[in-house]
């Protein structure tokens, strides 16, 4: 007997595939991007005193964080990158400096070690396949991010701000009620408040 073939409909999985193509060609003809969308990013996110910024380390053709977090360090923003504690969980933040040593995580991204001290991000900067003008996002299926942003939320109101190419915005998603929204877009064409 064949196995049922309904993953081959499954209209994430098939966006996710169609969205990987449209962010590598736009990481191909942007390479400036990361340096454009920091600066949106200073103009648009109101960074209060004792703010803490989870970025994440980009992986693949992620548009480019590095920018950001130069900006962010000089005005004396403390920055935390996540961390997979354990499948399934929520994700861990720790403290971050550009060119601090960074060791492997759970799937291959890099990751402050142990020894770094834990922060709890008042922004998430969130990296992401696709996402549309009301906040909608689509991830990369393992649920990380949706966990995070609901666990946080719960104890407090932080802000969630998606980071892409600006080709990666689509019309709509297929979200379901375990999908967190995103507070703001910001890419390098400018910042979108959902």
Known sequence: MLPPISFLHDPKKILRER?????RAAAKARPDAGKHAAANFLRA?????GAVVSLYHPMRDELDTE???AALIEKGVRIALPVVARKKAPLAFREYQ????LVDGAYGERVPSQN??????SIL?????A???DGGRLGYGGGYYDRTLEALRREGA???VGYAYGAQEVDALPLTRLDQPLDWVVTERGAIKC
């Not at 969205?19 to 962010?23: A, N």
């Not at 900067?125 to 396949?129: A, E, I, K, N, Q």
């Open 116 to 121: 770094a001290p834990s922060a709890t991000p």
């Open 98 to 101: 550009p060119g601090d040593d």
């Open 125 to 129: 900067v969130v990296p992401l396949l």
């Open 45 to 49: 996110i109101d960074l209060t005193d």
């Open 67 to 69: 920018p950001l977090a």
């Open 158 to 160: 932080p802000l969630a």
């Open 19 to 23: 969205m990987k193509g449209e962010r």
């Open 131 to 133: 996402f549309t003008r």
